[in-house]
Nanobody, 124 residues
Framework: QVQLVESGGGLVQAGDSLRLSCAAS????????MGWFRQAPGKGREFVAA?????????YYTDSVKGRFTISRDNAKSTVYLQMNSLKPEDTAAYYC????????????????WGQGTQVTISS
């Protein structure tokens, strides 16, 4: 099992920045990739970004966050980060960290472990 704990959410204004953290524990050696997803009220879960964990840190982003968000990892701290800049009201959502044993995919069904989520609210 892998346990994931997110932190760093909050309420900020449009144009501001936030950094989310996801601390992993447990059988981390089994993780292939870590990802961030988000879910706005009344909408489905949406892929945001992913990074390979124990390999070259190739990153993947959904188009709407490219150039604004950066995913990174610190393997020594077993932590993955999501730096979010130039935030927009449409970024408002609960953000979830996830770990996959097999793929750095945008498909949430390929992720095996999930955190509880952290709320990000952007005011206009």
């Amino acid at each position: 099992q892998v346990q994931l704990v997110e932190s760093g959410g909050g309420l900020v204004q449009a144009g501001d920045s936030l950094r989310l953290s996801c601390a992993a524990s447990g059988r981390i050696f089994s993780v292939y990739a870590m990802g961030w997803f988000r879910q706005a009220p009344g909408k489905g879960r949406e892929f945001v970004a992913a990074v390979r964990w124990n390999y070259a840190p190739t990153t993947y982003y959904t188009d709407s966050v490219k150039g604004r968000f950066t995913i990174s990892r610190d393997n020594a701290k077993s932590t993955v980060y999501l730096q979010m800049n130039s935030l927009k009201p449409e970024d408002t959502a609960a953000y979830y960290c996830a770990a996959s044993k097999t793929s750095a995919s945008s498909d949430s069904s390929l992720y095996d472990y999930w955190g509880q989520g952290t709320q990000v609210t952007i005011s206009s």
